[in-house]
């Protein structure tokens, strides 16, 4: 499983959203690998999903083959649970 | 190591800030004046927000300006404004903005991660969000 964790420039926020899909997935026993990067280069990365913020995500949506779930706070460990959890509910796409 | 990246000299606390933008700017004074960054920098920051939207509130309160890896940054550093009345910045209320000046991709991975770890406490989260600033010290330098 490959995710990307997407902002502006794929510094900082990215890296924190990085670090909380991390998380969520190895308590969730989830296998899976994480990358961060910047909204340009996201465009032509192949990912299972990518999570980003709502404003980056409209952008993003008619540009990856993936699946793009939204995040607000991209440090909330329990919004981002939601995420992972609803994209292995829509069966992992 | 985020004590080296954020040093006391780095920190302020203010009563209350009008914007957001001021906040960001007053954050980023130890900065300038130590020459790790550029003005430009801190146009970069506020730029961002304006054009990529609010993403760098990281959690309730906590807001993480950045910009793109050493475009203005000399030297990678980090600052902390702690303003005691929330500031509105574009419908996320903040009382705390890091700024993360970042020379390039993943330097600063350690300190992110450490911050990312205190936080994550949530009485931790708590006193950086609602304490003076000799909490926060407290907090971000414990071992």
Same mark, same amino acid.
């Given at each position: 499983m490959k995710f990307l964790a997407v902002c502006g420039?794929?510094?900082?926020s990215s890296m924190v959203l990085k670090m909380s899909i991390e998380k969520v997935c190895q308590e969730r026993g989830i296998d899976c690998e994480v990358e961060n990067t910047d909204v340009s280069s996201a465009k032509g990365t192949d990912a299972d999903a990518v999570f980003t913020s709502e404003e980056l995500g409209q952008e993003l949506e008619n540009n990856v083959k993936c699946p793009v779930y939204p995040i607000k706070?991209?440090?909330?460990k329990a919004e981002v649970g939601q995420a992972i959890d609803k994209f292995f509910e829509n069966g992992g796409n | 190591m985020l004590k080296d990246l954020l040093p006391r000299a780095h920190m302020q606390q203010v009563d209350? &800030? *009008?914007t957001w933008e001021e906040a960001i700017k007053l954050a980023s004074e130890p900065l300038l004046k130590a020459d790790y960054i550029e003005e430009a920098y801190v146009d970069h920051m506020i730029a961002s927000v304006n054009q990529n939207?609010?993403? &760098?509130?990281?959690? #309730?309160y906590f807001a993480l300006p950045h910009a793109k890896?050493? *475009?203005?940054?000399?030297q990678l550093g980090m600052a902390l404004l702690k303003v005691n009345q929330p500031v509105d910045l574009k419908g996320n209320p903040v009382k705390v903005f890091l700024v993360l000046a970042a &020379? #390039?991709?993943?330097?600063h991975m350690q300190s992110l991660q450490e911050i990312s770890e205190i936080l994550s406490d949530e009485a931790n989260y708590k006193s950086f969000i609602n304490g003076d600033l000799e909490e926060i010290v407290l907090l971000l330098t414990a071992e």
């Open positions: 420039f794929g510094v900082g706070r991209y440090m909330d | 209350h &800030i *009008e939207g609010p993403y &760098i509130v990281l959690m #309730d890896a050493g *475009e203005g940054v000399n &020379i #390039d991709a993943d330097s």
